[in-house]
C-alpha cells in the first residue's frame, strides 16, 4: 500500500512562487517501487471538478502540463527521496486551489485522473491579487 503526503502549500501573492512535495512511503514500500510509479498533480478549485495539473513517467524524463499551467509550473520527482515536486512560479489568482498529488503503477504519464490509483490529502494554495 502506498501513502502521498503533500506538502508546500500556502497564501502567495500573484506572481510569486511555491514548490509543493508529495512524499511516497508505505510498510513496504521501496525507492526501485518508486521508479515503476507515474505521478501526478491535480487540483480542485472551490466549485470545479478536479482538473490535470502535470505529471511525469517513471523515469523523470518525460513530463506532460495542462495548457493553463505550461511555461509557470514544472513537475519533477527525486527517486532517492521518494518524493515528486511542483515548482510553481508565476502565480494568478486562478491558479487558487487545492493541489493533490497521485500516483499509478504505469511507465507513462496519464492525464485523467481515473487511471490514478493513490492520492494524497491535498495541499491548500491561495493566490492573493
Known amino acids: 500500500q502506498l501513502q502521498l503526503v503533500e506538502s508546500g502549500g500556502g497564501l502567495v501573492q500573484a506572481g510569486g512562487s511555491l514548490r509543493l512535495s508529495c512524499a511516497a512511503s508505505?510498510?513496504?514500500?521501496?525507492?526501485?517501487?518508486?521508479?515503476?510509479?507515474?505521478l501526478g498533480w491535480f487540483r480542485q478549485a472551490p466549485g470545479k471538478e478536479r482538473e490535470f495539473v502535470a505529471a511525469?513517467?517513471?523515469?523523470?524524463?518525460?513530463?506532460d502540463y495542462a495548457d493553463s499551467v505550461k511555461g509557470r509550473f514544472t513537475i519533477s520527482r527525486d527517486s532517492d527521496k521518494n518524493t515528486v515536486y511542483l515548482q510553481m512560479n508565476s502565480l494568478k489568482p486562478e491558479d487558487t486551489a487545492v493541489y493533490y498529488c497521485?500516483?499509478?503503477?504505469?511507465?507513462?504519464?496519464?492525464?485523467?485522473?481515473?487511471?490514478?490509483?493513490?492520492w494524497g490529502q491535498g495541499t491548500q494554495v491561495t493566490v492573493s491579487s
Open positions: 497521485a500516483a499509478v503503477r504505469s511507465y507513462l504519464w496519464r492525464r485523467n485522473q481515473n487511471d490514478y490509483a493513490y
Open positions: 508505505g510498510r513496504t514500500f521501496s525507492t526501485s517501487a518508486f521508479s515503476t510509479y507515474a
Open positions: 511525469i513517467i517513471y523515469s523523470g524524463s518525460s513530463t
